[in-house]
């Protein structure tokens, strides 16, 4: 419990601290204009209520990443807490933040435009294509699995059931209406369906965490958090899923996420007040990371530990959502686990719709197509939803889930390159970006030669050293951007 609440008051803190500095670094200042004014065309560039906005960014970041994702990555042992902490404050908050704040100062941009202005030509079509692609495959993954969720008419099945092969009258049927829903989120004004319901959701993610919370505070003679003494790996089969990367790319995003800061643009489309942006941007993954370190709290302390809570995650095939369903019935009661499975499907589906979204507006940035009539939106989402649909109907589930965690990471890793050269080009403390960029960069290079699904090399020790050495390439690439941009700079002051 000790390490539970030091893990939880650090988070909070952070926000108030650590926030507050981020903010002075990236100069917030209430008088700059906002594209929300400045560029106000009723349908993406739109003014919207703080509070709103706040919800609204948290369920298009959150979706079900820091529940079920620190579920099992809890499997781990108490050092999940540490990375869910420590990544949440210094790599994902600070993601977050300085990535949506980047996009306020230039008008909403997305954020392979974002990436081109700061890194080149080059790096933005390939995060042109690449965060296209993420986009779509997950608005595939969470227009699949609520299907099956809802089709299969039990609270919550097993997660490895995929629509490869066979499928269904009943979860095709769901997965249309849901593709209908998402064509309608993706098109329609911001402010028709996402800023209605999306604040609704967004409390109901909140008020969950809260009750897992209550029950771990309240019920902790039943319920045994856990401490955090020592970084020894307790999943089941430690040799095939080391810490280093495999914990990293599990918890994502409780501790940091690519996919936020394809987010961030579209809210930044409505914050009226650069002030705001600390309490949108770093608040809302603040508030993701303590919902991840709560779920992954509860994970550990109801089957009495590390090694029950493996061996139920065995037991039940990995299937989170059944896991979840369990933990919700038992500590909350099967009245109020009702809303939470109500929810958990909600949160899978909204994190589609926004990704769909994004991705229509990425391609209008890309194609420089105004989005003001209803025509060109449509035009520009018809390919996406194909391509997500005939994603679903062709790859298993899990096949799909795992190049999608490994792309999630390396977007997130693109970006901490972007946020470190941006701060370079803007003077600013380069430690900031550049730690958590290096770390992440060393994730997914290990990744690559550690992962059964690229490489998969036998000797750890060879595969580390790999990772290692292309980490080290990437840092001779970002350093020699950073000093070209420097003599760039200095040169037009001479002028």
Same mark, same amino acid.
């Given at each position: 419990?000790?390490?539970?609440?030091?893990?939880?008051?650090?988070?909070?803190?952070?926000?108030?601290?650590?926030?507050?500095?981020?903010?002075?670094?990236?100069?917030?200042?209430?008088?700059?204009?906002? %594209?929300?004014?400045?560029?106000?065309?009723?349908?993406?560039?739109?003014?919207?209520?703080?509070?709103?906005?706040?919800?609204?960014?948290?369920?298009?970041?959150?979706?079900?990443?820091?529940?079920?994702?620190?579920?099992?990555?809890?499997?781990?042992?108490?050092?999940?807490?540490?990375?869910?902490?420590?990544?949440?404050?210094?790599?994902?908050?600070?993601?977050?933040?300085?990535?949506?704040?980047?996009?306020?100062?230039?008008?909403?941009?997305?954020?392979?435009?974002? +990436?081109?202005?700061?890194?080149?030509?080059?790096?933005?079509?390939?995060?042109?294509?690449?965060?296209?692609?993420?986009?779509?495959?997950?608005?595939?993954?969470?227009?699949?699995?609520?299907?099956?969720?809802?089709?299969?008419?039990?609270?919550? %099945?097993?997660?490895?059931?995929?629509?490869?092969?066979?499928?269904?009258?009943?979860?095709?049927?769901?997965?249309?209406?849901?593709?209908?829903?998402?064509?309608?989120?993706?098109?329609?004004?911001?402010?028709?369906?996402?800023? !209605?319901?999306?604040?609704?959701?967004?409390?109901?993610?909140?008020?969950?965490?809260?009750? +897992?919370?209550?029950?771990?505070?309240?019920?902790?003679? !039943?319920?045994?958090? %856990?401490?955090?003494?020592?970084?020894?790996?307790?999943?089941?089969?430690?040799?095939?899923?080391?810490?280093?990367?495999?914990?990293?790319?599990?918890?994502?995003?409780?501790?940091?996420?690519?996919?936020?800061?394809?987010?961030?643009?579209?809210?930044? !489309?409505?914050?009226?007040?650069?002030?705001?942006?600390?309490?949108?941007?770093?608040?809302?993954?603040?508030?993701?990371?303590?919902?991840?370190?709560?779920?992954?709290?509860?994970?550990?302390?109801?089957?009495?530990?590390?090694?029950?809570?493996?061996?139920?995650?065995?037991?039940?095939?990995?299937?989170?959502?059944?896991?979840?369903?369990?933990?919700?019935?038992?500590?909350?009661?099967?009245?109020?686990?009702?809303?939470?499975?109500?929810?958990?499907?909600?949160?899978?589906?909204?994190?589609?719709?926004?990704?769909?979204?994004?991705?229509?507006?990425?391609?209008?940035?890309?194609?420089?197509?105004?989005?003001?009539?209803?025509?060109?939106?449509?035009?520009?989402?018809?390919?996406?939803?194909?391509?997500?649909?005939?994603?679903?109907?062709?790859?298993?589930?899990?096949? +799909?889930?795992?190049?999608?965690?490994?792309?999630?990471?390396?977007?997130?890793?693109?970006?901490?390159?972007?946020?470190?050269?941006?701060?370079?080009?803007?003077?600013?403390?380069?430690?900031?970006?550049?730690?958590?960029?290096?770390?992440?960069?060393?994730?997914?290079?290990?990744?690559?030669?550690?992962?059964?699904?690229?490489?998969?090399?036998?000797? !750890?020790?060879?595969?580390?050293?790999?990772?290692?050495?292309?980490?080290?390439?990437?840092?001779?690439?970002?350093?020699?951007?950073?000093?070209?941009?420097?003599?760039?700079?200095?040169?037009?002051?001479?002028?």
């Amino acid at each position: 419990m000790i390490t539970f609440l030091i893990c939880l008051a650090a988070l909070v803190i952070a926000y108030f601290t650590y926030g507050k500095y981020l903010e002075r670094v990236c100069d917030v200042n209430e008088k700059n204009p906002v %594209p929300a004014k400045t560029l106000y065309d009723g349908v993406d560039y739109l003014p919207l209520p703080r509070w709103k906005i706040f919800l609204i960014q948290l369920l298009n970041i959150a979706g079900l990443g820091p529940i079920f994702g620190a579920l099992l990555g809890a499997a781990y042992g108490p050092v999940a807490f540490l990375w869910i902490t420590l990544g949440g404050i210094f790599m994902g908050a600070m993601h977050d933040f300085v990535a949506g704040v980047i996009s306020l100062k230039n008008n909403g941009l997305s954020l392979p435009e974002i +990436i081109g202005k700061y890194m080149g030509n080059g790096s933005k079509m390939f995060m042109r294509v690449a965060t296209l692609l993420l986009m779509v495959l997950v608005g595939a993954v969470f227009m699949s699995q609520p299907a099956e969720l809802i089709a299969a008419n039990i609270p919550c %099945p097993a997660l490895e059931t995929t629509m490869h092969g066979t499928m269904s009258w009943e979860v095709f049927a769901v997965l249309i209406a849901i593709l209908i829903y998402y064509v309608l989120a993706t098109i329609l004004p911001i402010d028709k369906i996402i800023g !209605r319901f999306y604040p609704i959701f967004g409390m109901a993610l909140l008020i969950m965490a809260v009750g +897992i919370l209550y029950v771990l505070l309240f019920q902790s003679d !039943r319920y045994s958090i %856990p401490e955090l003494t020592s970084l020894r790996n307790c999943i089941a089969d430690a040799e095939k899923f080391p810490i280093v990367p495999m914990l990293f790319t599990t918890i994502a995003c409780g501790a940091i996420s690519g996919f936020h800061a394809t987010q961030s643009p579209m809210m930044a !489309r409505c914050v009226t007040n650069e002030k705001q942006s600390r309490s949108i941007f770093y608040g809302a993954m603040i508030a993701e990371s303590i919902i991840a370190l709560i779920w992954a709290a509860i994970a550990m302390a109801f089957w009495g530990g590390v090694e029950g809570l493996n061996a139920a995650i065995a037991e039940y095939g990995g299937s989170a959502a059944r896991l979840v369903n369990i933990i919700s019935v038992q500590t909350l009661g099967s009245v109020i686990a009702v809303f939470v499975v109500v929810g958990v499907i909600a949160c899978a589906i909204t994190s589609g719709d926004t990704a769909f979204r994004s991705a229509r507006l990425i391609v209008a940035d890309m194609l420089n197509i105004p989005q003001n009539t209803l025509a060109k939106r449509v035009a520009v989402s018809l390919p996406l939803f194909i391509g997500g649909l005939l994603i679903i109907l062709a790859l298993p589930f899990q096949t +799909i889930w795992s190049y999608f965690a490994w792309m999630n990471q390396t977007l997130a890793c693109i970006t901490l390159w972007c946020i470190t050269i941006y701060l370079a080009k803007h003077k600013k403390p380069l430690l900031i970006g550049l730690l958590p960029a290096l770390f992440m960069t060393y994730v997914c290079a290990s990744y690559i030669f550690i992962s059964p699904m690229m490489v998969g090399m036998e000797n !750890r020790t060879l595969a580390y050293i790999c990772g290692g050495v292309l980490t080290a390439v990437v840092l001779v690439v970002g350093i020699l951007k950073m000093s070209a941009d420097r003599k760039k700079i200095t040169a037009m002051n001479i002028k």
